[in-house]
């Protein structure tokens, strides 16, 4: 039986162009899917890399921006005054007596039992004066306390407030026990911050 040569002749390409499949998905085709991923993963790292360029274009402006914000505080009375920590542990100290004193009548209705200044551990873009503050007090007195706190000029600001209330009993001479106002045991961070800028090293 003798076929058709045109037959032979399309079976032979079909055959062919079969094996050609095979051997390009046996041997290329890894090869050419993993250079697509390749250049996908470079654009996206061009794009990247063109995005922290741009960025850092910008940090000369923001860095002169920065310095003109800090260069006008000199003038600005929400810091306090003092130029060096030690005098600035020395003011904030002196302005939260007064602050207590102004609502106290009776040193036993709100006694400050100790404050000590503290290291700030986590520096900003200003220097930072903290005073760790524990205090005994009647509850309508702190309150009004830390109302003066919010309104005093320079800026204060209390940060970790932690209260626990304490019942205090009194006895007089030829007198009953009487309860008096309950009392607040309350520990806190003060802080204000100096006219002086903390020089970063990014900012060098």
């Keep these: 039986m003798n076929l058709d040569p045109r037959i ?28 697509a991923g390749l250049n996908e993963e470079v654009s996206a790292l061009n794009e990247s890399r063109q995005k922290f360029i741009n960025e850092a274009a910008k940090t000369p402006d923001l860095r002169a921006l920065l310095q003109d914000v800090k260069a006008e505080v000199g003038s600005n009375n929400e810091f306090l005054q003092a130029d060096s920590k030690n005098l600035g542990n ?7 007596k007064n602050i207590v ?9 709100c006694q400050i039992i100790s404050q000590s200044p503290t290291q700030d551990r986590e520096p900003e873009q200003f220097e930072k004066i903290i ?4 205090m005994r007090c009647q509850y309508e007195i702190f309150v009004k306390v830390v109302d003066l706190i919010e309104e005093n000029t320079p800026s204060l600001f209390v940060n970790d407030l932690r209260v626990e209330t304490r019942n205090v009993n009194r006895y007089r001479k030829g007198a009953k026990q009487t309860n008096a106002p309950e009392k607040l045991e309350v520990r806190f961070d003060l802080y204000a911050y100096l006219k002086k800028p903390i020089e970063k090293q990014d900012e060098k």
């Excluded at 005073?131 to 524990?134: I, S």
């Design 90 to 96: 020395a003011e904030i100290t002196s302005i939260f």
């Design 131 to 134: 005073l760790r503050v524990r």
């Design 8 to 35: 032979s002749r399309w079976s032979a390409i079909m055959v062919m162009l079969l094996i050609l499949v095979i051997i390009y998905f046996l041997f290329f085709h890894w090869f050419f899917v993993a250079h």
């Design 101 to 109: 004193n102004q609502q106290s009548e009776d040193i036993a209705d």
